[in-house]
T-cell receptor
Framework: ETGVTQTPRHLVMGMTNKKSLKCEQH?????MYWYKQSAKKPLELMFV???????ENNSVPSRFSPECPNSSHLFLHLHTLQPEDSALYLC???????????FGDGTRLSIL | DAKTTQPNSMESNEEEPVHLPCNHS???????IHWYRQLPSQGPEYVIH???SNVNNRMASLAIAEDRKSSTLILHRATLRDAAVYYC????????????????FGKGTKLSVKP
C-alpha cells in the first residue's frame, strides 16, 4: 500500500477515444505529479500541481489534459492519442514541493 | 540534461553489502542528492537523501564525498527484494517546483541480487 492509488491499472484505447486516468492520495499531501515511463526510457515529468495550481507543464502535447480539483485528486484526461503515447503513467504526491515523492503503481496505457 | 552518472547495471550476492556509486561532478552548493528505487511492476520509492553529511535510515546509508562530486548508496545486507533500478538524482533546494528543483530521473543502475 503506497498511499497513492491509481485507476485503472490497465487501459487499452483506440486513437479516437477519450478516457481519463485517476489518481487519489489520502496522505494529506499538497503537491501532485504526473510522470510518463516509456519502454527503455527514463521517467519523464509531465505536470506538477501545488495546492491545486499547476506549477509545471513540461512541454506536454495538448492531447494530455490534467485536472486537479483538490489536493487529494489528480486526473489526466486523454484524447486523440498516438501509438507512441503507450506507456506507464505514474502519479505521485509529496507533502510540499521539496519533500520526497510517494508514487502510485501506475496505469499501463496501450494505444491501438 | 542528466546531471548524474551511474553504472547501467550491477550484481550482488544475497546477504552481502552493496555499494551503488553516483558521480555528480557539476553539483551546485544548493543541490540535494536524492536516491529512489523502482522495483519491477511498481512505481519508484524514496530511499534517502542528503546534502553534505552522511545519512542513515532504515533502508540504506548515503555516503557523500567531501567535495560532493560523488556519492554512494549503501545497502548493508542485500536481499532478493532489493533487486530494482536505483536512481541518483540532484534537486536544487532553491528551485522546488522549478526545472532544477523537480525530480528528474535518469536511467539509473539496475541491481541484480543473486541467491
Amino acid at each position: 500500500e503506497t498511499g497513492v492509488t491509481q485507476t485503472p491499472r490497465h487501459l487499452v484505447m483506440g486513437m479516437t477515444n477519450k478516457k481519463s486516468l485517476k489518481c487519489e492520495q489520502h496522505l494529506g499531501h499538497n503537491a501532485m505529479y504526473w510522470y510518463k515511463q516509456s519502454a527503455k526510457k527514463p521517467l519523464e515529468l509531465m505536470f506538477v500541481y501545488n495546492f491545486k495550481e499547476q506549477t509545471e507543464n513540461n512541454s506536454v502535447p495538448s492531447r494530455f489534459s490534467p485536472e486537479c480539483p483538490n489536493s487529494s485528486h489528480l486526473f489526466l484526461h486523454l484524447h486523440t492519442l498516438q501509438p507512441e503515447d503507450s506507456a506507464l503513467y505514474l502519479c505521485a504526491s509529496s507533502q510540499d514541493l521539496g519533500r520526497p515523492l510517494h508514487f502510485g503503481d501506475g496505469t499501463r496505457l496501450s494505444i491501438l | 540534461d542528466a546531471k548524474t552518472t551511474q553504472p547501467n547495471s550491477m550484481e550482488s550476492n544475497e546477504e552481502e553489502p552493496v555499494h551503488l556509486p553516483c558521480n555528480h561532478s557539476t553539483i551546485s552548493g544548493t543541490d540535494y542528492i536524492h536516491w529512489y528505487r523502482q522495483l519491477p511492476s511498481q512505481g519508484p520509492e524514496y530511499v534517502i537523501h542528503g546534502l553534505t553529511s552522511n545519512v542513515n535510515n532504515r533502508m540504506a546509508s548515503l555516503a557523500i564525498a567531501e567535495d560532493r562530486k560523488s556519492s554512494t548508496l549503501i545497502l548493508h545486507r542485500a536481499t532478493l527484494r532489493d533487486a530494482a533500478v536505483y536512481y541518483c538524482i540532484l534537486r536544487d533546494r532553491t528551485d522546488y517546483g522549478g526545472s532544477q528543483g523537480n525530480l528528474i530521473f535518469g536511467k539509473g543502475t539496475k541491481l541484480s541480487v543473486k541467491p
